[in-house]
């Protein structure tokens, strides 16, 4: 019945500005294999913050997190991550930014070739191989971070508000496309969000945090199976009191 | 998308001339405008130089036919060959120390430290003034002293430039970077060193004219050769017409190798001119 946990993040302590800025303190949560969490929270209460630390990109002050029995000191390999700022870079082309990871981590040439045509053509990226990124709109770019990160095969993705800078149209269109790339192979995703019908749309289960520092405010589950669309989960009939949930939650904190 | 286009926030940088890449590429229209002014200029000179003074301002056409003597005569090839070794001798060495010293600086806190005060104090003095101390220093023999001005005076650009792109480098994709494990060796050729390019080729570009002026400065003071003495001994003889000629020269090639690097820019950082 129960389902391993993957990421374990035991009550840990992030503090900035030489410890007079605490972002969270004593926080714990638990991501389930193969399951989607996601984190959203009023703008400032450290959610990236959060996600460098489960990546190893930010030193904690207190507590532990452990994936799969290991704790984290810098980044692994089983981890990728997509950011908000795409993070492509712009001297290389579509097909080498894929590749990054790929040749980063040292695989075959052909190894690396082969999956770099996979993931372009998974996130719908192909004929566009040979382009710099400064020649995609915002959204194909994001396709291309998302097949960066998809290449290496990670165990676990870590989506930093991925859509986050996007026009609400083109934003929709990844979020399904994501929800099929899942569904093709799930695996265990944590996704930061401040948008609530994303967080519902593309989570198992939602964290709410409250303001800084940042506590756990609430965790559900998000009862609306799957295979999902944007549109399947609008039309759910679970849709609107989980997002009324959601609003008072992160309301109350605010006010 | 304009996110993450390199060498355009030049924010309390003190690098210069970082172009944005939107008037990098010319069109036909825009040649017509270059030489359409270069026409205008030469056209007016012609008409009315003559007539305000007639020994200084000799018309373009006597420049011209004085050209051509100072290659009948030889005189134009050897003065050419001679400052184009001084130039090219001092451009290398001042891209090798540039380069070195500005990604030495850029990432090591303590080559910053140790250069910042000396490059800012050099940078700030006129360094013509400097020009004697190195006619002394290598005893005035041979190239080398102007080799060494030439260097002196395109040093630093490429320095500060090299220095602010290596500094200035996108914290962002450092980040990237290090979520997929690089090593340090591919952090170099992955992110530092493309996203310095366009503040380095900023950077050889102005040192290309101050090299030139380094190079002119260095045979009026250091030993009387090259196009640098042509000049001042034909304007001590008031041939005027000939003065011009390695003053042309000098200016053509400027524009030959601003050009250059333009063409070069755009082989080596090709993403920079593929706008939107």
Known sequence: MATPIRISVEHVTKRFASGAVTVFEALDLAVRDGETLCIVGPSGCGKTTLLRCMHGLAAIDDGRIVIDGTEVRAPSRKVAMVFQHFGLMPWKRVRENVAYGLELAGLPKATVQERVAHYIEMVGLRGFETSYPNQLSGGMQQRAGLARALAVEPDILLMDEPFGSLDALTREVLQDELLRIYQLAPRTMVFITHSIEEAIAMGDRILVLSARPARVRELFQVDIPRPRTVESVIAHPRFIPLRDHCWRLLRERAA | ?276
């Open chain 2, 1 to 276: 998308m304009t996110f993450h286009r390199v060498g355009v926030e030049v924010d309390e940088s003190r690098a210069v001339g970082v172009r944005t890449s939107r008037w990098r590429r010319l069109r036909p229209g825009d040649w017509v405008v270059r030489l359409g002014a270069i026409a205008v200029v030469l056209g007016v000179w012609e008409l009315f130089g003559p007539t305000l003074n007639k020994l200084i301002l000799r018309p373009p056409s006597d420049i011209f036919r004085a050209f051509f003597e100072l290659i009948a005569n030889g005189e134009l090839q050897d003065a050419m060959g001679q400052s184009f070794r001084e130039l090219f001798g001092g451009l290398a060495v001042a891209l090798a120390v540039g380069l070195v010293l500005g990604v030495a600086s850029g990432r090591w806190r303590f080559v910053y430290n140790a250069i910042d005060p000396l490059v800012s104090a050099l940078y700030s003095v006129p360094s013509v003034a400097l020009v004697p101390l190195i006619a002394v220093a290598f005893r005035s023999v041979g190239d080398a002293p102007r080799i060494a001005t030439v260097a002196l005076f395109a040093v630093f650009p490429i320095l500060i430039n090299t220095q602010q792109g290596v500094r200035n480098v996108d914290r962002q994709l450092l980040e990237v970077a290090r979520s997929f494990n690089t090593s340090e060796r591919r952090l170099w050729t992955d992110v530092i060193l493309p996203s310095a390019m366009p503040y380095v080729l900023a950077g050889v570009r102005l040192a290309i004219g101050r090299g030139l002026i380094g190079m002119i400065v260095a045979e009026f003071f250091i030993g009387l050769v090259g196009l640098g003495y042509l000049i001042i001994s034909y304007e001590n003889v008031f041939r005027i017409d000939r003065m011009f000629v390695p003053v042309i020269v000098v200016a053509t090639m400027g524009i030959l190798m601003m050009g250059f690097v333009q063409w070069l820019e755009g082989r080596i950082a090709p993403w920079l001119k593929r706008e939107q």
